[in-house]
């Protein structure tokens, strides 16, 4: 499990959100609320669009809660939409290719959850990655498999539905295996200019999902950051959103 | 706020005390019980006597819970006398150089507490060091300028003795600045053939500390590895022991 | 390219070999002379045999050279048979995961080579690792996926035929895809008891290998470690080693 | 020794000089040409102003050549000034509290070049850090504590007459000491508006120094980054400048 914060709106420094607030994502990487580990250290990751095309990205496996680089990173760095995540392995190495967010050309990707029996999946989930991108393939995480599976299920398309359908094979991979243990899979996604954020597991316990208008712009986190809770409007399961800059965010379905 | 471990007796290889226990030092990493924080995931180190008068160190900045070379190096060190230490940083660096146990020719030395407003009181502690131990000097913590102004105190001869008279002196230093925020030094050091632990605060909340007599020899810790918590003995406060290989431990006084 | 250098024989520190001669591996991190590139900084590792079937492993991402951590393993641990690896990464990232030696099971393995155009065969070889073993694919190098598809090809019962079909099922699929870069191939695998040594490649440049009898026992090398040339024997081209603790070292072909 | 990079003029990205051109400083951290040492891989840092009073600093203890993170910060950060630096440990430890560029308030600071004898001299330059600032050192370098020192001598009003100053009272404790190994200078300082480069030794043997108006603006180096060798100017021993964006340097005489 792990905790993540995704924003569009106003280029604000990334420390408004990540470091600053009394629950910000640095102090859930030690003190998570509603997750399953409290403790997420197992490395971090930051992306953010600056003026070019692809974002800059910086992680790293230490805590994110003793690292002076994205402390002054976070102070430094303004931009309209960017995205950090704290890491909580399960199962995988600590190691910065085990790092969300992931990156594959403008794409960012950030996941919470997991595949049930990884080990035994993970052959047939990296078949499913094109050859092209199979280069791109650097660390052993579920994550970075579904992310790279859905790029050759035309994300850059439509991303909602290449995740799905990666999402569906995984479970027929699943049920030929005779795998009971639940895929979950709370993710975000962006491609620079919109935000996608997913809630949906096999079982009944999709790990949470919130999102809020702040005073700049539109943000989506595993858990609130502030403690305005009454402003949080928590994602259902089996539910999304897609955001943009100025504009309003849109529901739907995912299943 | 740390957690550590020390032990003497048959050699054992470190993983007995480090890994497996169901408290280990290395689940104290995550989850400690009696810490003020429950996290120590600032760093680690082990230090063990091998058929070397001085001892060998392996310390990282990771927390000890993700750490694989810790774990291969638990697994395959036999030891009759090993020192561990988790750390939980209290305002330095997270860097190898603040990381404990704390190394001078055949000595280790860890530490558990903290000097009130430091920052203050740093220059004054450095300054206990004598000149030629000076370039020893490698990190930022109160512990390792603690342990070096010891041994400019004659801690090869008196060692009990010259930790009191440290303490004293900072303690001078402190109502000289009118600092009234606790020093607390809860500790364990060894020559290579006896350890030595004290518990001690000039408030009256010393970090705790335990011993018992394992399998193979004498364990003494922050808080209980094991689940068997009457065989642990707490040290009470303002007391101490020195234990040898195949000797029973002494208790003494320390203030 | 990279530096390598494995040993058996009476137990000796590791710091016989690996940091002290004049040009140790740790010299070599820095300055190797008949590698094609004399910086060999992108991480390195030590396996050794103790009284465990298994060895115990230190791999790091640093440079060797400035390891504190490596000198301190090498100056405690004594083994009768051990192994050590600078590596100058050829395309793949800088991880703990593609430090050398690999381990399975009893197994350590190092190779100082390359697979040509790598990118374009990591799916093919990655294909030829058994199922049971897919979980055991931590990083991204092509030395390790030969080590798991050698493991996959019977390594346990004849290693050197192993390691043959999957070099030729390599250059078979090589051939397929019109692949002209050269496949390089020295390298070095121990089941804890025999030492093996091979140096080939498919055009005329294999990496040099060299091996003498040292004071205790047999030495084998990228390149010497020390400067009496004349002992340094070196292992042709096509050729190969086996040793054992207190054996003459046996030659064979490889190809 | 070290190598070391600055910049001031239209903002740019960082990696248009500090990775792109042939000889960018990440070359030079493998293959540097003029400097003692050719590799400069315990660690570098980059520090750069954005719209903000105090820098950013991104500072690391790996070789710069492998560093995926610093790639993607200096695509993705653009500054109308800000220093880079590639280290060469000369005795102190690879640390993030040891890399360049050093960082207080509003300044930067890198330094290339060496106190002789600095652990005889380390407390004496220490102590000429001012008690406010005795908390940021974090390290344990002769530039560090020279900075610090200069800090205390007045550098944000005269920081010329502030690093002599610093300098004179270091050659005093050499001399009395007798200590004859020399002190060497070539430093580049900052105060997010002006930038100044020395060049001194005590002996005649002052690390080199260059600089040149590129296409933007004014470019201070170690060592050139580019070919067009005919467009670098040295910085005579003894001499040193000062360049503010927009307008032309102006040289001064150091010593």
Chains 1, 2, 3, 4 share one sequence.
């Not at 924003?7 to 859930?28: A, D, K, M, R, W």
């Not at 502030?226 to 299943?255: I, K, Y």
Request: hydrophobic share 35%; with cysteine; proline share 6%.
């Amino acid at each position: 499990m792990c905790r993540f914060l995704a924003y569009c709106g106003e280029p604000v420094f990334l420390e408004t959100l990540v470091c600053t607030p009394c629950h910000s994502l640095i102090e859930q990487s030690m003190h998570a609320t509603e997750a399953k580990t409290g403790t997420n250290g197992d490395g971090f990751g930051v992306g953010w669009y600056s003026e070019r095309t692809e974002p800059g990205r910086y992680c790293e496996i230490r805590p994110a809660w003793s690292d002076e680089n994205l402390q002054s990173i976070c102070s430094h760095v303004r931009s309209r939409l960017f995205f950090a995540h704290v890491r909580a392995a399960t199962g995988t190495a600590v190691s910065r290719a085990n790092c969300h967010p992931f990156k594959a050309g403008r794409f960012l990707f950030m996941h919470n959850g997991q595949v049930g029996d990884w080990p035994r999946l993970r052959r047939k989930v990296e078949a499913m990655i094109p050859d092209e991108l199979y280069s791109a393939r650097t660390g052993t995480t579920d994550s970075e498999a579904i992310f790279l599976a859905a790029l050759g299920q035309g994300l850059e398309r439509d991303s909602v539905g290449a995740f799905q359908r990666v999402l569906h094979a995984i479970r027929d991979e699943m049920r030929a295996l005779d795998i009971t243990s639940p895929l979950r899979f709370t993710a975000t996604w962006t491609d620079g200019d919109r935000i996608w954020a997913v809630r949906w597991a096999s079982d009944d316990k999709p790990p949470s999902l919130y999102w809020r208008r702040g005073d700049n712009g539109l943000i989506v986190v595993s858990e609130p950051v502030d403690s305005q809770r009454d402003q949080w409007r928590p994602v259902p399961p089996g539910g999304g959103l897609v955001a943009r800059v100025g504009a309003a965010p849109e529901m739907f379905r995912f299943h």
